[in-house]
């Protein structure tokens, strides 16, 4: 069973560039949360996608868009990039939207310079 | 909106000895999951142990037990027998089960755990 893979490990742009990020989930699950974690804070919840329909958002403006794809991996979009966008990007896959566990991905480490 | 607190911004225990991390957090709803995540260096975030609000049962993993005290809003994590691979930042993290705001995580800061040989 695979797990959650997150691509790219590293990246660096920017400020105004735009930039996606890209998750697959585990094998079996449709659903995909993606986060945000500020150096020296916890994550963030930005949006989640249950079978390709975004599925609840949170307080993020909406230069943070993404997708779902129908092998349920996802992509994170970021337009108009900010310096305070640096952080390290979560996502995390489950089976459902309830009761059953994220798995989180290693992350993508952004920096925007 | 939840709120997640963890007031120790790092603690540390010695290897073999037990650490107790703190968590509150602030919510109206009566049923919720609980939950403490390790993030290592690697930066992959592990869950360590889940308590569902509806049971009063404190919830055990091996080494690792909760202290869930519901009318005071409070969830402590208990390591014990530390290990030098328990070193890690630990969050706590609260989910609701209905409403709007379904499937998401809320989290605390984090508490860097040290663990010394």
């Known amino acids: 069973e695979t797990g959650v893979t997150q691509s790219p490990t590293h990246l660096i742009k920017t400020r105004g560039q735009q930039v996606t990020l890209r998750c697959s989930s585990q094998?079996?699950?449709?659903?995909v949360s993606w986060y945000q974690q500020a150096l020296g804070q916890g994550p963030q919840f930005i949006f989640q996608?249950?079978?390709?329909?975004?599925?609840g958002r949170g307080n993020f403006p909406p230069r943070f868009s993404g997708l779902q794809f129908p092998n349920y991996s996802s992509e994170l979009n970021v337009n108009a990039l900010e310096l305070d966008d640096s952080a390290l990007y979560l996502c995390?896959?489950?089976?459902?939207?309830?009761?059953?566990?994220?798995?989180f991905g290693p992350g993508t480490r952004l920096t925007v310079l | 909106a939840q709120t997640v607190t963890q007031s120790q911004p790092e603690m540390s225990v010695q290897e073999a000895e037990t650490v107790t991390l703190s968590c509150t957090y602030d919510?109206?709803?009566?049923?919720?999951?609980l939950f403490w995540y390790k993030q290592p260096p690697s930066r992959q975030m592990i869950l360590v142990i889940r308590?569902?609000?509806?049971?009063?049962q404190n919830a055990t993993e091996n080494r690792f037990s909760v202290n869930f005290q519901k009318a005071a809003k409070s969830f402590s994590l208990k390591i014990s027998d530390s290990q030098l691979g328990d070193a890690a930042m630990y969050f706590c993290?609260?989910?609701?089960?209905?409403?709007?705001?379904?499937?998401?995580?809320?989290f605390g800061r984090g508490t860097q755990l040290t663990v010394w040989p």
């Open positions: 995390a896959s489950s089976l459902g939207t309830n009761k059953n566990e994220q798995f």
């Open positions: 094998s079996g699950h449709n659903t």
């Open positions: 996608y249950y079978r390709e329909e975004e599925n």
């Open positions: 919510t109206s709803e009566s049923d919720y999951y």
């Open positions: 308590q569902e609000a509806y049971k009063q």
């Open positions: 993290a609260y989910r609701n089960v209905r409403g709007s705001t379904l499937g998401r995580l809320y």
